[in-house]
Each structure stands twice: as C-alpha cells, then as structure tokens.
C-alpha cells in the first residue's frame, strides 16, 4: 500500500505537466466564461442599437388595431421595437424605407371579415420573421386581438384582463405538503435550484467520465506500448498500479472540476452578470445539501466503476492507435446512462429510472435524478449505493485480473477467448 | 550457505505448447549466470517465471531458500529485451519513480541515481527527457532503471543489445563490478564472447529443453580441441602428410589446420620445428560460439 501514493503523485504530477491537459483546460475555462458571458453580451449589443428594431406600421383601414398594438408595445419595458407610423399603405414609401434600412419590416393588415380579427401581414426583405421579433409582437397582437373582438361587448375593464392573464400552474408535492404550507412557492423554487444542481452533476459525471477515463486507459496502453509495463510489473502489484492510476487520473478530474467551479464562481462574481443570474431566480441559499452530497457520493463511485474498466481495456490493447475502438463500448455504456437521464429530466418518476438506479452502470445519474428530482426514499438510495459498491468490488477484481493478464499480452488485439486462455496460462 | 535462486524442474505450458521443459539451474552470490538459446527458446519465459510474472506449472523457484512473495519484488531488478521507459519524462522523475516503487526512499533513490549517471559519465542527463537522447544512452538508462535499488537478484535480457564497442565495455564493467559487490545475475544473450568473458556457468536451452548446462571450462573439456594456430617465419612443408589433419588454410602469417585427433597437434609442431622457425603455435579451444552452434543447430535437424 506505500506504494500506491508513489504512483499517485507520479500520475498526477506528470500528468498536469502535459500540454493536452493545460490546453484542454484553458479552452474549456475560455468556452465556460463566453457561454457565461453570453446573455451580458447579448445585452450589450442590442443595447446598443438604442431604440431597438424599427418597424413600419400601416394604420390604413385598421387604425385603432395599430394604435392598441402600438400603445401595448410601448407599455412593456425594455421595448425592442419601435413603430414608424404610415398612415395608408403607400407601397413606394414602405419599399423606399426598407430599402435604405429605415425600418427592417412592416405590418399591415387585412380587410376584416365580421367579427374576425384581420389577417397580419409582416413583410421584410428577409424571408422570414426573426423568433426575437415574433416574441415581441406576439403578445401586442394577442392584446389587440382581444380587445377588437371584445369592443363593445359588456365585459369590463377586470374581465378582460383577467382572461388574457396566463394559466399559472403551481406544483406542490405531497411529500413536501408542510414545507409548501409553511411558505407557498418555495417548494418550486428550492426544485429550480435543486434541478440546476442535479442536471450539473450529471453533466459533469458524464464529461469527467469521458475525459478521465479515456485518459487511463491511454496511459495503460501507452505504458504497454512503450515496454516501460515490464518493469513495473515486477515493482508493484497490478492492483496497486490501477488503483494508484484511477486515484490518481481522479484528482486530475477533480483538479480540471476546481478550476472550471472558480472560473464560474469567478466570472459569476463580475457585477455585471449579477443581474442576469438574478434573472433566473436562483437562489443558492434554498439548495438541498443531501442532493449534493448524494451526488458526489454517486459521482466518485461511479467513476470508480468505470474507471477499472477503462484500465482494463486499456490493459488489453498494445498500440495507443487500436485504443479508440476498443473503449467504444465503455463509451456507449457512459452515452446511455446520459441519455437516459437527460431525457427523463422530466419525468424523474418513471419506471425505467427506477429500474435503471438499481444498474449499476446507469444508476450513479439515475438515482440521483430520481432522488434530486423526484421521489426516491433514502432507503431506495441506500439500496442502489449497496449494489453499485458490490459491483465496484467485482468489476475492480475482474478488471485485475484482465491488466495483470493484458499487460503481458502484445500482437493484435485478443478476442474474449484467447484472454481466458492466458488466464489460465499465467495462473491468474 | 543457502543459494540466492534456484530453479528445480521448472515447467511452464501455454496451451498444448511447452514454453519451458523442466529448467534447473542454480545462481550463487556474486557468480553471472548465462542463459543462452536461439529465439523462442523459452528464456524470457523462465526470466518471467523467476520475476514472479507467471507462475510455473511444475517444479518451484526458491530465492534464498523461500519460495516467491511480493517483498521479493524489492530485491530484483529486471532490464527487459524490450525496454522502455517514459518518452516524455524527465530521467530523474522516472528512475526515482522506478526505485521508490521498488521501496526506496526519495532521497536514497535521488543519491543512487546521481551515483550511476556520474559511472556513465552522464551526470548532465538528470534534466533530460528520455526522447532528447540516443538510443544506446536510452539503454544506459534503463540499465540504470534495473539496478539503482541495488538489487540482490538482477535478471538481464539481452543487457548489450543494440550498444557500440565502447559502451559494451563499460556496461561489462559495471556488470562485474556488481557481480563482486555479490550481486546474483542471470543473464540471457545471443552473444557468446559475453557469454565466455563474464559466466562460469550456462545453461543452453534449445525449443523449450535443456540441451547443454554447467561449467564453461567444463562443457569446453567435454569438446574436442579441433583447431591449431601455426604462426613460422618460413614456409612449413608435408603438413597434409600427418596422420589426423584434415585440412590447411594458408594464413598471412602462418597455418590454420583442422586436426581431427588432439595427438596429431605433436606432430605438426615437430614438422613445424624441423621446417622454421616458430613464433606461435596454439591448440585453440572451441569456442562456445562453435558448442552452441553444433548442439543447437544438430537439434535443428
């Protein structure tokens, strides 16, 4: 066991030192601050065009329509749009306009037929309406839709705006029934912040998963490749040399996740992006400390888990360029714990995340998914904790016992067959 | 006195095929051991079966009288025939790596390390990655890998491989002078003339079986002397008339005849003596080159 902290730091240390790991780094740390920085930026630059997007709208035959419209744009705050007014539908003019860029489109309007409300005609020189855009007069239509067929009937002021006001859904859980009572509405808020933290770990389990475990078995294989194996096979133990390895590959990880959390922690704290974090209403404070800590739990023992197969595979190939096609079914294996709960994000009650968190493969994300997310009891996490850790345990051994046998084998690839053969013939 | 490693009756199969066929031999404290056969004939086998690698299917191994244990590890040092060390890292990183794996302490592996780069005359390559060197400095430095823990058994396949003139030389040094700080060695090559300069004794394998094994001096004796060296100032006549000669070759300075009975020697100096004068003559041994040749090659028919 003295040994394994040798091999720890030897790992570690020289694998920080390499170029691929400094570069990998510092471009993830570059894409984490843009991706950050994005909705400050966005910010910035429509910003920047003052007034925002101008649009032509013809009053021609429908002008109280366009007067609600306009008059319900400019309420809204932080308005986009600004109308430039045409009182008839001067085609010239429009053309003129948009071709020196005046105003990027305009709205007209149909003839109405009864009580319809007239057909909204939008046209630009680009082909289609822009989401943005849509997103902005949708509404102001809807509103003056409303208010054109409701014109005249005996509805008050209240009524209207009661019908236009959206359907406004309140989830409560039963489990969580006294803690909704206590305070209404912060049993959604504390879930927001508690689904951020569970679709992060799983993000992270997945990525780290990836990284490190593609990087041990390149090194396993790199160390077969370069015949440096031969030595150390006969200094230490090959279980103490894997686990020295997966010890140390995982500090890396943990390492690479340190410097990614302080880089956003850092950039979080600009002032600048207080405000758009302030946006998504997360509030740190409501976090779940045991979905946390679960997640970790799951998070390291999970990547044992595939970490001793990734040592193993490695163990098996002889040159690094054979090494791709060999990890493919760990890869695939990694793919559908992730899409496995990436797609059940929203429904972390279903069957088959129940009977995915009791795999020990999936179960890591799943689990935590359906404790995070949904309504897994401590004892059912208790119960995948116990079946994952067996299957560390059986994977480790079996995993030995591939490296201590691959590590000797050089040539082409062996199949399932020749390995057990070998087995047998070391007397492993 | 119990002896540093002992091999009885060692077998080894992979599958239907016998790597190694009952293998004994015995190496004594300070005494290099050869281990000599062609290709495939089972001798990194057996290396690896006394490194502990895999484990014989019949016979035992005994260092110092104990059978194999994982504290064993710390006193064997091994330079595999294919040897490698990491590419990208520095030599000091890696070899004080090697030798802490091996139980050594950080500051004793840094002191053995600088005390074999001074040996080599190399003390400058402590900071260098091991792609910057040559290949024969490569090797010096996996030579170094193997013994900077000082081991008690040091096992060396193919140690020469691959190295000029001059750092054979140095590297046969070193080996002897390990050899008398009593550092058992088992040594494996192709190459005879290391073979007679640095063991006493050998064991020929031949397609996993042992086909020669004991005292160089010995197994020498068991061979015919077949060769004369005839070095004379003038010519020498009716050579070919004796009785057991079998052939001349006219050499720059004199005769090489081939006899086929060791009396006849006698008889060619006699001649030699009555014709000139002579500056040299010699009844050569065989070579180990020419054992190894006739027993292996004679088992390859």
Known sequence: MNKLLPIISFTFANKVKTKSFVVTTVIFAILLSIGIHVPYLIQLFSGNEGTGTQIGLVYGNQP???????????????????????EQANEQALVNDLENGTIQGYLEFGEAVGLQFPKVIYTSKKDSLDWTLQSALQPALENAK????????????????????????????????????????????????????????????????????????????????????????????????????????????LLQIIIFIAVVAANLALPYNQASLAEFELDLSQMDLSILIIGLIFYILGYF??????????????????????????????????????????????????????????????????????????????????????????????AAKIYRTGVLLYGKRPTLKELRKAMKAYKI | MVKPLVLEQVTKQFGDK??????????????????????????????????????????????????????????????????????????????????????????????????????????????????ELSKGNQQKMGFIAAVVHKPKILILDEAFSGLDPVNVELLKATVKELRDEGTSILFSTHRMEHVEELCS????????????????????????????????????????????????????????????????????????????????FEIKEPTLNQIFIKEVGESHE
């Open chain 1, 146 to 253: 409303m208010q054109y067929v409701t014109k005249g009937s005996a509805l008050t002021e209240e009524q209207i705006a009661a019908i236009s006001a959206p359907v406004v859904i309140e989830e409560l859980k039963t489990d969580q029934a006294g803690a909704g009572a206590a305070g209404p509405g912060s049993s959604t808020k504390t879930a927001i912040i508690n689904y951020v933290i569970v679709y992060a770990l799983i993000i992270l389990f997945f990525m780290t998963n990836m990284m490190t475990g593609n990087m041990i078995a390149a090194e396993v294989t790199s160390e077969k490749s370069s015949r440096i194996m031969e030595i150390l096979i006969t200094s230490v133990s090959p279980l103490a040399q894997m686990f020295g390895k997966i010890l140390g590959m995982f500090l890396i990880g």
């Open chain 2, 201 to 280: 004794n050998i064991t020929i394998l031949q397609r996993s079986n042992t086909v020669l094994q004991g005292n160089i001096q010995d197994i020498k004796k068991r061979y015919p002397r077949e060769e004369v060296l005839l070095h004379t100032t003038g010519e020498v006549t009716g050579l070919e008339a004796i009785p057991g000669v079998e052939r001349i070759d006219r050499r720059e300075r004199g005769y090489s005849i081939r006899i086929s009975e060791v009396s006849a020697a006698q008889h060619i100096l006699r001649r030699a003596m009555e014709d000139s004068v002579v500056e040299h």
């Open chain 2, 18 to 131: 016998t790597a190694v066929n009952g293998i004994s031999l015995q190496v004594e404290e300070g005494e290099i051991y050869g281990l000599l056969g062609g290709n495939g004939a089972g001798k990194t086998t057996t290396m690896r079966m006394v490194l502990g690698l895999i484990y014989p299917d019949d016979g035992r191994i005994l260092y110092h009288g104990q059978g194999y244990s994982s504290e064993l590890q710390q006193k064997m040092g091994y330079l595999p025939e294919e040897r490698g060390l990491y590419p990208k890292i520095k030599v000091s990183d890696q070899i004080i790596y090697l030798a802490r794996l091996k139980g050594m302490s950080a500051q004793e592996a840094d002191k053995s390390l600088r005390y074999w780069l001074e040996r080599f005359e190399v003390p400058d390559y402590y900071n260098k990655k091991i792609e």
């Open chain 1, 305 to 398: 888990l595939y970490a001793t197969l990734y040592a193993a595979v490695g163990s098996i190939v002889s040159r690094t360029e054979d090494l791709g096609q060999a990890v493919m079914p760990i890869t695939m294996l990694s793919l559908a714990a992730f899409y496995v709960a990436m797609f059940s994000l929203s429904s972390p009650n279903s069957l088959l995340l129940k009977v995915c968190s009791y795999i020990p493969f999936v179960s890591p994300v799943t689990i935590l998914l359906r404790y995070g997310a949904g309504d897994a009891a401590l004892l059912e996490v208790g119960l995948s904790l116990l079946i994952l850790i067996a299957a560390i345990v059986f994977f480790s051994w079996l």
């Open chain 1, 64 to 86: 109280e329509i366009a007067e609600s419209i306009e008059a319900f744009v400019d309420q809204q705050p932080g308005a986009k749009i600004t109308f430039v007014r045409y």
